[in-house]
């Protein structure tokens, strides 16, 4: 056994002790009211890489008069191992706003173990899969006397949830201390508990904002109803013909470009254990599930485009009856994305189509507020293949190969401005309600997840 792998298990207790730490802090990056909690978070994560023997350890700002308001960048590296590949180590320490907060049992900066599980928002989604990392890099620096078995460097953001805008700048720029041959990324989950995962195709999205205007201001109902045209039903009038009745877009051409799955794939998905019943009661919790005719569960989710309202926002929603015709009316739309879309032709195309559906005497704007491309990873690289034995190993089980429906922007900013593959190693599970209240990452898959990544590093390294 590696005796990394031993260290990481004599402290074990330690490291989620230091987790747990970390999660108090409230890093929501999408609130400017806690642009010092996230700050705080990634001083104390750069303080820690340096602890362990990383070098050259500094933030990186991104707050920018073109980017005003960012978040910074975590970076570290130790670059001793001449002759080896180099690793580039990515993960994010912001987080979900919690709300809503009445649904959670713990609070959500209070880490509180339950049945094996720790709770806290930041638990998986990346807080505990992103520390996974450095406490790898800590017990082999620790076994080996200060040494690597290959080339590191860490990059943690602050923006994940929010875009990561910062950072595509940052890698569109190709700096020197990014060269890598390729980028370990623990941001997905497993397919199912104890069932070895390696994620090797994602979604992309655009998520926007759809802006209805009519009067010049908010009118009296009583006296204006009837003749002024109202954006909050104009734009509930398009949001219905963005989809029809079977779950299919409408938008024109949005469908052209797509590259199905494989028939091999398609094989190795039906082959996976998944229970569509068990997955509708459980993690969905709704009566029916939903989608266009012909797909099955896991090609809607992962091969498939997709269009999503996420709120409607203007008029009155206070306590008690205003008689309002608001002025404005606006909508978050997201559409996921799937290999060979891009998010600038889908957006010129919602776009276009929004206008041309517009109802009478109502004006519409569209915003793109933050996008990212969809992916598939080649899986017969050199470093899939090491982490498929590094899981191997540990686990014990034999590897199965996914695609996520969720988007991971940096995983194609890293393969369009770096040239560097993505080994997309999570070690999350179906229902540790990321985005959601209760968020949770099970204990033992921190610990194996630590030990995993070890072993892949060591195989990396020989």
Not at 431 to 450: T, V
């Amino acid at each position: 056994m590696s005796s990394a792998i031993d260290f990481a298990r004599q402290h074990q207790s330690r490291f989620l002790e230091e987790l747990k730490a970390l999660l108090r802090i409230p890093s929501v990056s999408t609130d400017p009211a806690h642009k010092a909690d996230v700050r705080h978070a990634a001083e104390v994560l750069a303080a820690e890489l340096k602890r362990i023997g990383l070098e050259n350890v500094r933030l990186i700002e991104t707050d920018t008069p073109a980017h005003p308001g960012g978040h910074p960048l975590v970076y570290a590296d130790h670059l001793h191992a001449p002759g080896k590949p180099t690793a580039l180590l990515y993960g994010h320490y912001d987080v979900q706003p919690p709300d809503p907060l009445d649904e959670w049992l713990s609070p959500a900066f209070e880490p509180t173990e339950r049945n094996g599980n720790l709770y806290a928002r930041g638990a998986v989604d990346d807080k505990g899969q992103m520390y996974m990392h450095v406490k790898a890099l800590e017990s082999l620096l620790v076994a080996n006397n200060g040494q690597l078995p290959l080339n590191v460097r860490v990059l943690l953001e602050g923006e994940e949830e929010v875009g990561g805008e910062g950072i595509a700048t940052y890698v569109a720029s190709k700096p020197a201390d990014l060269a890598a041959d390729f980028a370990l990324v623990s941001d997905t989950e497993m397919f199912a508990p104890g069932l070895p995962t390696l994620c090797v195709g994602l979604r992309g999205m655009i998520y926007t904002e759809i802006e209805v205007r009519g009067a010049k201001t908010d009118l009296h109902s009583g006296m204006y109803g009837g003749a002024a045209p109202n954006p909050f039903v104009a734009l509930a009038q398009i949001i219905a013909r963005l989809k029809d009745e079977s779950g299919r877009i409408l938008i024109p051409g949005l469908y052209d470009k797509i590259i199905p799955p494989s028939p091999e794939e398609l094989a190795a998905w039906q082959s996976l254990p998944f229970d569509e019943e068990h997955y509708r009661l459980t993690e969905v919790g709704s009566s029916t599930l939903v989608g266009e005719p012909g797909y099955s569960v896991l090609e809607h989710t992962w091969a498939r485009p997709t269009l999503d309202v996420h709120g409607i926002m203007g008029g009155f929603t206070g306590v008690g009856a205003k008689t309002v015709i608001p002025a404005k009316a606006t909508a978050k739309v997201s559409i996921r994305l799937v290999p060979a879309m891009t998010p600038t032709e889908t957006f010129a195309q919602l776009s276009s189509y929004v206008q041309s559906i517009l109802p009478p005497g109502v004006e519409a704007q569209v915003r793109l507020i933050h996008s990212g491309d969809p992916c598939l990873i080649p899986v017969d690289n050199p470093y899939v293949r090491a982490a498929t034995a590094a899981l191997h190993e540990v686990w014990a089980k034999e590897t199965v190969f996914i695609r996520s429906g969720g988007s991971i922007p940096i995983v194609g900013d890293f393969a369009r401005n770096l040239n560097l593959p993505s080994v997309m190693m999570g070690f999350g599970l179906p229902d540790d309600n990321l985005h959601a209240p209760n968020e949770k990452f099970l204990i033992s898959n921190f610990y194996l997840g630590i030990e995993s990544i070890i072993r892949f590093l060591e195989l990396v390294g020989a």
